[in-house]
């Protein structure tokens, strides 16, 4: 199977799936080591290890040689591409540390139609918390390599299945950004796209279910995906379809409004913030009944600790802030601080030990450069810090006597991005966060644009400052005639002087030494008129505004227009995407609003520094769950995933593209089919004309040596089959000469030269069936008996019946003498020893009572009720007449590792309990004869320990009859043949303590015999008449075969 991985080939690695290969087993340390070290070499991920190994300190001389690549390697590339907010998928192991699989702990029953689950991980004390996971590895394996098929596969066998589908798009999203090729670059982002829909499908699943889990599986902490959750994979993959779902945004707006119920008015909130003693008169409802009905101070608490009342607080707070600073800046700014100054730097410094809290606190441990990462990541965050360090800059030079009125222009700048920062509190907001999200959008577009009209704007200011003005030495002069002028001009400002008609000394400085004034223009001075060009300038004035007012500001339009059409398109998903980011931060803010909260934050630095409290995550976005409870859970979602999958499965048959598909396979089946028949029919045909011709030739022909008949020198065939063959073909001549080309009616036709019991002779490995309309045994019927030398008289298919006359039948007789037996028949063809014999009836331990009614009699041998077979005697069988077997059908259904029911073609799939003997080709039912007066068959007894003898015989007596009746066996003859009871004996719920006591207690006593559960499907190496019973047990239960 690793060789399949390697080379890609996902129906390969299906197969060893769906026939029993464990993913666990394979999944070792080593195989996951060769297998990086066998990546593709065009691979993206492939070079981003190389470049991990190039930065790898040497390794010292006297040290052990170790593989090139390590897994610690593989986990710093894919902690790159997952974010540093994961932990390390394979930490860097100790001396001789090898991480390994635990046990499981036991099973966890769920009332999920009898789904269960092992625990995934175990840890001991004193280690790192690290298991491998052998889905999720190779997983990561295929997706790094965008192998989809392959990544599909082993995806539907994931126990997190959606915390894999947000990694999965979120590891490719990161490589596209890094891919060259751009075929590449867009399958991997189809990909991701297609793992993202994959996640959502299956949280629809859950979330349709049950709403508080599906909210649970958002915040469970993923211990095999870096102790990361499902919400914050998806907000680092920016999966704003996911994050949009209704689900999720339920989920957020529960954490938005704490424990106050969703459906509270806002006015009703701003009321009670406003005056709190309403809180007791229940105009605000909570979700739980302690608070509703309880005292006061919990309701009051739980009100002032929702994130809801937390951010209009603040909102009050900061308008608060800007009124008084406006105040200050416009009626109240004194060379020495007023009352209501020193409060605003009170306030500030208020707001700058909030932003101070939210850089340092760390309650998810992620360390101080981390978490400076995330902080200066936000935009407002950046916007914070440049008003604070603005309002500093600006108040040292107001305490600044010389410096005072340079300070007041300062602060008024600042002013202006406090203002600012009031645009990321109606992010919350419905109606106007989406419009913040395009201004955003537009403010990047006029980013990129100005540079082209600064191109326009700078060639013109030049061109026309060189050709009107002689020599300016006034930069700042230059500047407006270059730069300020030409940029007016756009808006309809036009030069008075360009054209000459308002051309005025008086305007203008002659030789730029007045400071308010702009130097004149060429003149001449005798006639006072302009010397330039006037046409020239004219034109370059025509042509400056045709591709700036027409040209450039209409592109600008049209990409204003594009910018808003396509977030119009996706503002809902993207206002809900960073919806999230506004909830978390007042999710974990203290409640009292600036300047107050200096009050919590005092409080916060004694229980942190003082007391040595340590931080606690906070348990609505991210909680980390009991091992039973997280074990159920991931259960449920494995059913549903199922479900999910299933449901795709349907669809997908729908679609007419897929029908039509369907019917042109099936019709391509169906031409094979009946090629292979045509095929089968000449064959037999020239099959059986050869056999003809070789008996005639061995009848006819003479050997040299002596004159003896050739058969006898090279063959020695006994005198009484030579006769045989000799009258059935003189027969045949005879019927040829009197009918013109004979009759086929009679016509003894031989079958195959060798058949064994349960040999496969079709080229896909089934025993070959008897034609349409054949109603008689034909495996009773192969020309060599198994295990003999014996021949059979050939029986063609019209001649079968005892009522057909057959003149020249004339079958050997063959009795087997078998010692391996302690009750047989007697061996040989006298009459007296089996005149003791009572036929149709139970004859002392032996029941010679047929299923299917009385048998004929005659000459004192009983007659199969099937049919002549071409041999008379017992054979190898013990008793004359039918001989009974038990055949037990011991199924159960088909489980992957996460103890969901694997499907085939939507049907479930069953195994079954198979035994195998070293000298067989084939596996059979542990079933067969049985010593008399016993219930357990031989076989099977071989298989079973004998303390379970017992509690396996009260299972027969309550399985399922499947059959009863003659069993077309190669070793059946005229006078002895097989007759079979198949009972079923399911276990559907794989915890089920008899199935565990069976597992236990299954042991081959013969080394030579071999026991197994193999999976059910017509493919299996199995005998030909066990396939029969099998089909049927498996359309009992409606399973694949």
């Not at 395009?438 to 400052?465: E, P, T, Y």
């Not at 995550?617 to 091992?627: G, V």
């Not at 169906?670 to 009848?699: N, P, W, Y």
């Amino acid at each position: 199977m690793t060789a399949a991985l390697i080379s890609n080939k996902p129906e390969f690695v299906k197969l060893f799936l769906e026939n029993g290969v464990q993913l666990k087993e394979l999944v070792t340390w080593d195989t996951l080591l060769y297998l990086y070290q066998n990546l593709d070499p065009s691979c993206l991920f492939h070079s981003k290890l190389q470049k991990v190994l190039a930065e790898e300190p040497e390794r010292p001389v006297c040290a052990p040689p170790a593989p090139r690549v390590q897994m610690h390697h593989v986990a710093q590339v894919l902690r790159e591409l997952l974010g540093d907010f994961t932990q390390p998928l394979y930490p860097r192991p100790r001396t001789g540390d090898r991480p390994r699989l635990l046990l499981p702990v036991p099973n966890i029953k769920l009332n999920v139609q009898g789904v269960s689950l092992r625990s995934l991980y175990k840890r001991s004390p004193g280690h790192v918390a690290f298991t491998m996971d052998p889905v999720r590895d190779l997983l990561i394996w295929a997706i790094i390599q965008n192998r989809r098929e392959l990544a599909e596969i082993i995806w539907a066998q994931s126990q997190d299945c959606i915390a894999a589908a947000l990694a999965c798009s979120k590891i490719l999203k990161e490589l596209s950004k890094e891919e060259e090729d751009t075929d590449s670059l867009e399958e991997m982002l189809a990909l991701a796209d297609e793992y993202e829909h994959r996640a959502i499908g299956v949280f629809t699943e859950c979330h349709r279910k049950d709403e508080d889990r599906a909210q649970k599986l958002l915040t469970r902490v993923s211990e095999a995906w870096g102790k990361t959750t499902c919400l914050q994979l998806a907000l680092e993959a920016k999966d704003m379809k996911f994050v949009s779902h209704g689900g999720v945004q339920a989920f957020l707006t529960k954490v938005w409004w704490g424990q106050l119920c969703v459906d509270n008015g806002l006015w009703r909130v701003i009321v009670c913030m406003l005056a709190f003693p309403l809180l007791y008169t229940g105009l605000i409802s909570f979700r739980e009944r302690r608070l509703q009905a309880g005292p006061g101070l919990p309701r009051v608490r739980a009100f002032f600790n929702a994130p809801v009342v937390i951010f209009h607080l603040n909102i009050l707070s900061y308008f608060a802030f800007l009124c008084l600073f406006a105040y200050v800046l416009m009626v109240d700014f004194q060379p020495t601080p007023s009352c209501c100054e020193y409060l605003i730097y009170f306030w500030l410094f208020s707001l700058v030990c909030e932003e101070l809290r939210q850089l340092f606190c760390d309650p998810d441990e992620f360390g101080l450069m981390k978490m400076a990462l995330l902080y200066f990541s936000d935009f407002w965050n950046k916007l914070d810090i440049g008003a604070i360090l603005l309002f500093i800059a600006g108040l040292t030079c107001r305490l600044i006597p010389a410096l005072l009125y340079p300070g007041r222009i300062i602060l008024s700048l600042d002013f202006i991005m406090f203002c600012l920062r009031l645009m990321h509190i109606f992010t919350i907001s419905k109606t106007l966060g989406p419009k913040i999200i395009i201004v955003k959008r537009m403010m990047k577009d006029v980013f990129f644009f100005l540079f082209l009209l600064a191109v326009w704007v700078v060639s013109f200011g030049v061109a026309k400052q060189a050709i009107l003005i002689h020599n300016e030495s006034r930069v700042d002069w230059i500047f407006r005639g270059v730069v300020y002028q030409s940029y007016l001009t756009i808006f309809g400002q036009m030069p008075a002087y360009i054209d000459g008609v308002n051309f005025s000394l008086d305007q203008c400085s002659p030789n730029g030494t007045d400071p308010y004034k702009p130097k004149c223009p060429e003149s001449d001075a005798v006639r006072h008129e302009p010397a330039f060009p006037e046409w020239l300038t004219v034109i370059l004035l025509c042509l400056y505004l045709l591709f700036t007012n027409i040209l450039l500001l209409n592109l600008l339009i049209a990409m204003f227009n594009y910018t808003f059409q396509q977030v119009q398109e996706h503002t809902d998903q993207i206002w809900k995407f960073q919806r999230h980011d506004l909830i978390e931060e007042y999710q974990g803010r203290p409640p009292a609003p600036p300047p107050f909260i200096l009050l919590s934050h005092l409080h916060l630095f004694i229980k942190r520094v003082v007391l040595k409290i340590p931080a606690r995550r906070r348990k609505q976005l991210k909680s980390k769950l009991e091992k039973n409870e997280e074990a159920a859970l991931l259960s449920w979602e494995i059913y549903l995933k199922e479900s999910y999958l299933q449901n795709q499965q349907y669809q997908q048959k729908q679609r007419p593209e897929q029908k039509i598909q369907d019917i042109g396979n099936k019709v391509s089946t169906m031409v094979d089919l009946l090629e292979m028949e045509s095929l089968k029919r000449s064959g037999s045909m020239e099959q059986r004309l050869a056999s003809l011709e070789e008996q005639e030739f061995l009848c006819s022909g003479r050997s040299k040596n002596h004159g003896e008949p050739r058969w006898a020198v090279t063959h020695h065939l006994p005198a009484a089959q030579v006769a045989q063959t000799s009258r059935a073909l003189h027969w045949v001549m005879k019927a040829l000469r009197d009918g013109g080309f004979g009759s086929e009616e009679g016509i003894p036709a031989p079958a195959p030269q060798k058949a064994s019991e349960g040999q496969d002779l079709e080229p896909d490995g089934r025993q070959e069936e008897e034609d349409v309309g054949d109603t008689h045994h034909v495996n009773a019927r192969h020309l060599l008996y198994p295990n003999s030398h014996v021949t059979r008289f050939p029986v063609p298919n019209e001649k079968v019946p005892w009522e057909t006359a057959f003149l020249i039948y004339d079958p050997p007789f063959y009795t087997d003498d078998r010692k391996d037996r302690g009750l047989v028949d007697p061996v040989g063809n006298a009459l007296e020893p089996l005149s003791g014999i009572s036929y149709n009836a139970v004859d002392g331990p032996i029941d010679r009572r047929s299923f299917h009614g009385a048998y004929v009699v005659q000459d004192g041998l009983p007659l199969n009720p099937m049919g002549r077979t071409g041999l008379r005697g017992r054979g190898s069988l013990c008793c004359f007449g039918p001989n009974h077997t038990l055949q037990p059908v011991i199924t159960r259904w088909r489980r992957n590792q996460g103890g969901a029911i694997c499907r085939k073609s939507i049907k479930k799939m069953l195994e079954v309990l198979v035994v195998k003997h070293s000298l067989s080709e084939h596996w059979a039912l542990p079933g067969g004869s049985r010593e008399p007066g016993d219930i357990l068959p031989r076989k099977l007894k071989q298989v079973l320990r004998r303390e379970f003898w017992s509690s396996f015989q009260n299972l027969l007596t309550q399985g399922t009859e499947v059959y009863r009746g003659y069993v077309d066996d190669p070793r059946n003859t005229d006078n002895a043949w097989i007759e079979t009871v198949a009972v079923s004996i399911h276990f559907s719920d794989q915890s089920d303590m008899d199935l565990k006591r069976l597992n236990s207690h299954l042991h081959a006593c013969d080394p030579g015999m071999s026991v197994r559960w193999q999976v059910v499907d017509r493919r299996i190496p199995l005998y030909a008449n066990h396939k029969t019973i099998l089909q049927k047990v498996a359309t009992l239960y409606g399973a694949f075969y």
